[in-house]
């Protein structure tokens, strides 16, 4: 489903790999420009100088922009600093993309997203004080906590995890561990990529298949 064949942008040379349908995989990067590039090229926001980028075998940099939005439509991506809108309350910021996408209520969310929160440790009485807060009131595991949920609302085929592991302690490294290999396991054909750091969190990570970004 993602492939890139001999793509080369700034420090990211001559990098080529499958992900097909149903893989958990995770690339790990040295630098944080070589992250920052990799996830530029994959999620269609900067043309590689050589080789190519395809999704179910179109290539997203010769795709017309509506076409590369429908096939991103499929993608839930969970950015390192939560990616939240800063004048939009948490709740807000969960259940935005699920309305004006897939035209879900959020009387019809409820009760998955406060499922989905439980999972990830924190109490109903926690979650009505968390939802009621702005971006820069979270820390920075809430906020990636909210986009985590937000992304998973959706029912995505391909979620992209960017660096969520980075800065935080073992035990909330565990639960978002925990959370999103569950996830996975709960659509045929889901494909999970985690861009990680190389540290002690991403050796925990169990994956079918290593991305080595360092070129």
């Given at each position: 489903?993602?492939?890139?064949?001999?793509?080369?942008?700034?420090?990211?040379?001559?990098?080529?790999?499958?992900?097909?349908?149903?893989?958990?995989?995770?690339?790990?990067?040295?630098?944080?420009?070589?992250?920052?590039?990799?996830?530029?090229?994959?999620?269609?926001?900067?043309?590689?100088?050589?080789?190519?980028?395809?999704?179910?075998?179109?290539?997203?940099?010769?795709?017309?922009?509506?076409?590369?939005?429908?096939?991103?439509?499929?993608?839930?991506?969970?950015?390192?600093?939560?990616?939240?809108i800063s004048n939009l309350k948490?709740?807000?910021?969960?259940?935005?993309?699920?309305?004006?996408?897939?035209?879900?209520?959020?009387?019809?969310?409820?009760?998955?997203?406060?499922?989905?929160?439980?999972?990830?440790?924190?109490?109903?009485?926690?979650?009505?004080?968390?939802?009621?807060?702005?971006?820069?009131?979270?820390?920075?595991?809430?906020?990636?906590?909210?986009?985590?949920v937000r992304a998973m609302l959706?029912?995505?085929?391909?979620?992209?995890?960017?660096?969520?592991?980075?800065?935080?302690?073992?035990?909330?490294?565990?639960?978002?561990?925990?959370?999103?290999?569950?996830?996975?396991?709960?659509?045929?054909?889901?494909?999970?990529?985690?861009?990680?750091?190389?540290?002690?969190?991403?050796?925990?990570?169990?994956?079918?298949?290593?991305?080595?970004?360092?070129?």
């Open positions: 489903m993602i492939s890139f064949d001999h793509v080369s942008e700034g420090p990211m040379r001559d990098l080529s790999f499958d992900l097909v349908a149903g893989t958990r995989a995770k690339a790990i990067y040295d630098s944080d420009e070589r992250r920052n590039v990799f996830f530029a090229v994959i999620t269609g926001l900067r043309r590689p100088a050589k080789g190519s980028v395809k999704w179910d075998g179109k290539d997203i940099y010769a795709l017309e922009e509506s076409g590369r939005l429908t096939l991103f439509q499929r993608i839930g991506i969970v950015p390192a600093d939560g990616g939240l948490a709740w807000e910021n969960v259940m935005l993309p699920a309305w004006y996408h897939r035209g879900i209520a959020p009387l019809q969310a409820e009760r998955k997203v406060i499922d989905l929160f439980r999972q990830l440790g924190l109490t109903e009485a926690g979650l009505q004080r968390q939802m009621g807060r702005l971006p820069d009131q979270l820390t920075m595991y809430e906020k990636r906590a909210v986009a985590l959706m029912e995505p085929d391909i979620l992209l995890y960017d660096s969520l592991f980075t800065g935080l302690d073992r035990e909330s490294s565990n639960q978002f561990l925990s959370v999103t290999g569950e996830y996975h396991e709960k659509k045929a054909g889901r494909i999970s990529l985690y861009l990680c750091a190389d540290d002690a969190v991403s050796a925990r990570l169990t994956t079918d298949q290593t991305i080595t970004l360092a070129h």
